[in-house]
Nanobody
Framework: QVQLVESGGGLVQPGGSLRLSCAASGFTFSRYLMSWYRRAPGKEREWVATISATSGTTNYADSVKGRFTISRDNAENTVYLQMNSLKPEDTAVYYC?????????WGQGTQVTVSP
């Protein structure tokens, strides 16, 4: 079955950096587009970034463009989110996502807190 396991979250000061990882299993990772989403306290889950199956195309939400970088290692079945210049408004639970057989799959999420 499809499994997504996020890691790498934590507490960081404004202006700091974190690198999130999402280990995937249960499907042919190299064939699928992968995305990151986040849910801030009291808000709806929002899309953050997407990467194509071959890493040829990436897209970002305007709120993170220029600060976050999505990448993937198809040999390791892992997708990453490098987050730089973090702001308090980036505080959220971050989830990786895949649409497989027409259904969305989510990991358990990893908490990112940006605070002095």
């Amino acid at each position: 079955q499809v499994q997504l396991v996020e890691s790498g979250g934590g507490l960081v000061q404004p202006g700091g950096s974190l690198r999130l990882s999402c280990a995937a299993s249960g499907f042919t990772f190299s064939r699928y587009l992968m995305s990151w989403y986040r849910r801030a306290p009291g808000k709806e889950r929002e899309w953050v970034a997407t990467i194509s199956a071959t890493s040829g195309t990436t897209n970002y939400a305007d709120s993170v463009k220029g600060r976050f970088t999505i990448s993937r290692d198809n040999a390791e079945n892992t997708v990453y989110l490098q987050m730089n210049s973090l702001k308090p408004e980036d505080t959220a639970v971050y989830y990786c996502n895949i649409f497989y057989s027409g259904l969305p799959y989510w990991g358990q999420g990893t908490q990112v807190t940006v605070s002095p």
